[in-house]
Structures are given as C-alpha cells and as structure tokens.
C-alpha cells in the first residue's frame, strides 16, 4: 500500500510554503507511510500537548520549528505548559527549569496558535463538534473528543500534533474514519446502585477499570441508569486513558454514536462481553490508593483541568469552613476557567477556606511540589494513578468531598457507606 | 547455544543488539520511564526498577499519555533509551520518537513488530541481535 499525495501535500513536502511547513511535512509523510496510510485528509483544529516541557530534546524541537517561521493553519489550543507563569515562585519550582519551561511555551505561543494552556480545551469556546476531523494531542482530551463530541481524531503523540496543525493535514487512519469507530468490547453493568451512580467518585473508578480490560479495545460501557454530566465523563476518560489506551468509549443512551447497542458496534457483534460488578470496582478503587496511611500534607484536585461546574461543586462543601493548617489544597484549573470562577464569586469560598490555585499547568508537569510534602489526596484517578511514578508521592484517591473533609481535618478521611459490601 | 530466530516487522529500521527485557504488560513511558537513568518507574508495571538502557526492550504496546513519545526522545538525545524496541504491532507513538530523534539527530531508534505468538519466545536476559530487515535473533 503506497501513500499518495496530493498536489498541494506535495508543494508543503518540497518546501514551497517554508521551511518549517516542510519539515512538519516531512515528519507527516514519514508517520503516515508508518502507518500504512493511503492518503492523509484535512484538518479543521488542533490540540497540542508538545507544550509540556519535559527536556532539552522537545525544546529543540520546538525552537526549530519556531525558529523556521512556523505557522498554524487551523485553529489550534496549547495544552498545559510547564509553569504557572506568575505563581511558580510560591512552589518549589527551580529556576533553571522554569526558564526552560517558558522558552518552550514562547515558541508554541509564537506559531500562531490560541494560548489557552489547558488540558481540557474541550470546555473552553474551542470545543470541536460531531464530525469534524481534528488532530489532537493529551490522553484525556482525545478521548473526551472523540467518545463525548463525536469529533475524530487518532490518539496523537506529542509533536505529531503540532505537524498537524502546521500543514492542516492528518492521515486518514484509525479513528477519522467511521469503520474504525465501532465498539468491539461491551462492558455490562451489573447490579451497581443508582446512588452510587450519582456520586462523582464512581466515574474515575469505572474508567480506571476500562482502561485495565479494554488495553487498546473500544469499550461500550451499557447498563447505567442515570445520564452523568459532562465531568463525570470527563473524568471516566481521564482514568480510562491512564490506565490503558482508550481513545473512544461509547456509552448507550449517553455519548452520540451509541444510541443504541446496534449503532455503538456498527451492527458486528461485540468480540467479548464482560459483566462489571461492584467487587471489581471495589478492587479498582482500591488500586487507585497508593498508600494505607492516614498522613496527609496536601489535597490536589484538577486533573483534568477544573471546570466551572467544579469549581460550583466545589464551592458550597469549602463554605464556612476552613482547611488543617498543616495541609495544603491545591487546585490546578486554566486561567479562563479561574476567571470565570472568580466573576462567580467561588474563588473568595476558596480563599477563604485557605485552598491555592494554579494555572496553565498542574503537578504532573510542574516540579512545583516541594520535597516534605509527600503524602497526597486526590480525586483524579490521573493524578492517582501517575503520582506514584513521575512524582515518587504516597496518594489516596477519594471523593471531592472525602477530599475537602480529609483537608479540615488534617488526615485522609473517606466515607464507605456507597462503596461497602 | 540453541539461537531462535523470528521475523519480525521494522517500522522503523536499525540494526541494533542487546540484552532483553520483556513484559506483556503495555508501558506509558510518561510516568513510567526515567529518561534521565533509563530506570522503569511506573511503580504498577513488574519492569518497575529495571534499567532498560542500551536494552532490547520488549513491550505489546505503549498505554496512556500522548507524552510518551517526547519520554523517549529525551531518552535518545540523553543516551539512555534502550537500543531497540519490540512491540506486537505498530508503535505510533515511538515510531515518532524515533522519527524525530533522526530529523533533529539523525539517530533513529530501530523499531520492530512481531506476531503476538511469537511475543512469548522473548525472555528477560536473552542476548538479542535484530537486522535492518527486522530478523530477531535470540540466544538463551
């Protein structure tokens, strides 16, 4: 199978339209051949998570593009950068990193692309729509995008994304084409109560369990009685994608290719059908907690990005009360988000409360904790299930209000009673 | 020393050679890789403390975060990745790696896919040499 080109790929790839659109084009072809692609297919957006600076290599790559006069040609959002550009100087954040953090911010800042510095731009006015083929980048936000919006995209790495959005064009593989969308793995639920349901700590613990079994399947997740809002799915893919490669869930009545069974499989039968019962998602919830301790230095929420509705959710469970003085609480959100938050009126709820906000970043990709906090609380199953790795951290994952009661009183505190046998 | 060989697929061709480290378990390199030593650290995977630097290290695939693929182009640039990599299938997200360490180092990562059967001769501490066209040879 031999990929073709058409004119306009090809004046890119000979270097009509610049240097750096040659390289972006270069690096396209290459991926696309790699892929067995026949031909690519245009783009209307791009998400790019090449911003989160990791080290001297993908700076480099960064300021040669900058360098070569990239461009953007569809509308394009910058996930997380490394740093909080005005509070990374309250955490533990060294200088030496922060200034490298932020000549890789400047370069993507500088190819034209919307500075909204978030990995949730799919809550922001950028979100894409049923249909539309976009090239995007960050675990969380390709699986919202796909499974919530119905927009299509591949699970794109870092740097591809930017390739992307540089020449408008993507390879027609994988999820952009409707053949490739359909559910191959159904996941039954099975006796799980309504009030569980309804409680925002259920979404993190069944995504977490999707992605163990589905690895790199397209899980149909059936059986639920309530329709979950927009975080509690937000919050299923984050897990999902964490924990396995879940590009694109289907749920039936809920995301809109499944309205039924028939639609979510594209009328194929599924390859393997698995009852999901509350002892695997006791055992998934107890996986996501890292530590038996009871010590607790800081709760961080935000992973993905706080929303609005967060922030709202968040607000009346802080009100009149105030955190232990020995633990931190930290929320990671973008700066529009906080913005918003504030014209609200829940930010003064949160300060008063004694809770810390970042922007633009979070401390996955931020060196911002400082060494003695080391036992974390969370209700991210991200969070939860990355700390361990990248952050060397202790971390217990419980509910956004396990969360705030654990902060008032200066040790990890969860309530059982929808969990218990 | 009995050798096996196995045909494999080179996504990305090299020739390279090395001791294997093997698991059937997929690997974000995002949080489960130290491009600054090569050590493995998603403290979750059972390669967890192995240093696959300058290995042949052989994963079905990779999982979760889209920044596994700048993980492992730090690793290359830093000399700590391993010396090749094995999958199950095509690997998008180290295949760019790779891609981009010969773009900006001309210093691509050969990269080869095998059939899932034949995942199961692989073993942790065999000596492996793969060829440009993707023939693994392994001695025990």
Partial sequence: ?421 | MEKLIIQGKPFISGSANGIALVSNEPLSFWGGYDWKSGEIIDRRHPLSGFNARAKILAIPFTRGSSTTTAVLLEAIRAGTAPNAIITTAMDFFFALASVVADELYTTPLPLVAIAESDFACLHTGQQIVIDEMGSITMTP
């Fill in chain 1, 1 to 421: 199978m031999t990929l073709s080109l058409n004119d306009k790929d090809m004046e890119m790839l000979r270097g009509d339209c610049g240097p750096a659109t040659k390289m972006a084009m270069s690096i396209l072809v290459r991926m696309a051949e790699v892929a067995e692609a026949k031909e690519l297919l245009d783009i209307t957006g791009a998400h790019i998570d090449s911003t989160v600076y990791i080290g001297d290599a993908g700076l480099e790559f960064a300021e040669r593009l900058a360098r070569l006069g990239a461009k953007v040609s569809v509308p394009t959002t910058l996930n997380v950068s490394g740093l909080d550009e005005h509070h990374w100087q309250e955490w533990a954040v060294p200088s030496e990193w922060a200034r490298q953090a932020h000549r890789q911010m400047l370069a993507y800042q500088s190819m034209g692309t919307i500075p909204t510095w978030t990995c949730a731009p799919y809550q922001t006015e950028m979100k894409p729509s049923f249909g539309q083929q976009i090239a995007w980048g960050e675990s969380n936000a390709i699986v919202f995008a796909n499974s919530v919006l119905g927009a299509r995209t591949e699970r794109y790495p870092d740097m591809f994304d930017i390739c992307c959005a540089i020449t408008g064009r993507a390879p027609a593989i994988g999820l952009h084409l409707t053949e490739n969308r359909a559910g191959n793995l159904l996941l039954q639920l099975k006796d799980i109560p309504e009030a569980l349901q309804h409680s925002d700590d259920f979404y993190p613990v069944l995504g977490h369990f999707i992605g163990k079994v589905s690895l790199e399947r397209i899980p149909v997740i059936n059986g639920l009685n309530i329709i979950p809002n927009e975080d509690q799915l937000k919050a299923l893919g984050a897990a999902a994608a964490s924990s396995g490669a879940v590009a694109l869930f289907h749920m039936i009545g809920v995301t809109p290719e499944a309205p039924t069974l028939e639609s979510a499989f594209q009328s194929s039968q599924p390859q393997e059908t698995i009852s999901v019962t509350m002892d695997m998602l006791r055992e998934s919830r107890r996986a996501l907690t890292h530590t038996d301790s009871e010590k607790l230095d800081i709760v961080v929420l935000g992973s993905p990005h706080f929303s609005l509705a967060e922030f709202k959710q968040l607000a009346p469970l802080v009100h009149g009360k105030q955190k232990h003085p020995d633990v931190k609480f930290l929320v990671t959100s973008s700066r529009a988000m906080t913005q918003l938050a504030k014209q609200a009126g829940f930010l003064d709820l949160l300060q008063d409360f004694g809770a810390q906000l970042t922007v633009d970043t979070c401390i996955l990709t931020s060196p911002m904790l400082p060494p003695e906090m080391k036992y974390l609380m969370t209700n991210s199953a991200k969070f939860a299930y990355y700390a361990p790795g990248l952050l060397g951290r202790q971390i217990t994952f419980g509910s956004l209000k396990d969360c705030v009661t654990s902060a008032i009183a200066g040790r990890v505190i969860r309530d059982e009673s929808l969990w218990k046998s």
